[in-house]
């Protein structure tokens, strides 16, 4: 069992930065690939970004792509996700989620190919 644990959510400025954390409890973080997901109010769940296990291969959604980074630090048992150039669009509660093993592209973008998920943190964005 994994739980997981996000912070780093506040308020910014449009064009600022934040970087999330989620802290992984268990020995076997490693195993997992990581998802980072949000949820704007009335909308649904979407996909934000994701890492392999071994930190190689990483998945990002278009409309981040170039102003998020996803990474991990397995020794801490923690993936970030270092958020630049704000948009008010990206108002959300952030969600990290583990799969146990592998990850493909297309699993990657699937909330139900993960296993473990956070409670959230709110992240958002002025204009």
């Known amino acids: 069992q994994v739980q997981l644990v996000e912070s780093g959510g506040g308020l910014v400025q449009a064009g600022g930065s934040l970087r999330l954390s989620c802290a992984a409890s268990g020995r076997t973080f490693s195993s997992y690939a990581m998802g980072w997901f949000r949820q704007a109010p009335g909308k649904e769940r979407e996909f934000v970004a994701a890492?392999?296990?071994?930190?190689?291969?990483?998945y990002y959604a278009d409309s981040v792509k170039g102003r998020f980074t996803i990474s991990r630090d397995n020794a801490k048992n923690t993936v970030y996700l270092q958020m630049s150039s704000l948009k008010p669009e990206d108002t959300a509660v952030y969600y990290c989620?583990?799969?146990?093993?592998?990850?493909?592209?297309?699993?990657?973008?699937?909330?139900?190919?993960?296993?473990?998920w956070g409670q959230g943190t709110q992240v958002t964005v002025s204009s």
């Open positions: 989620a583990a799969r146990l093993g592998g990850i493909t592209a297309a699993q990657a973008m699937w909330a139900y190919a993960y296993d473990h």
């Open positions: 890492i392999a296990w071994s930190g190689g291969i990483t």
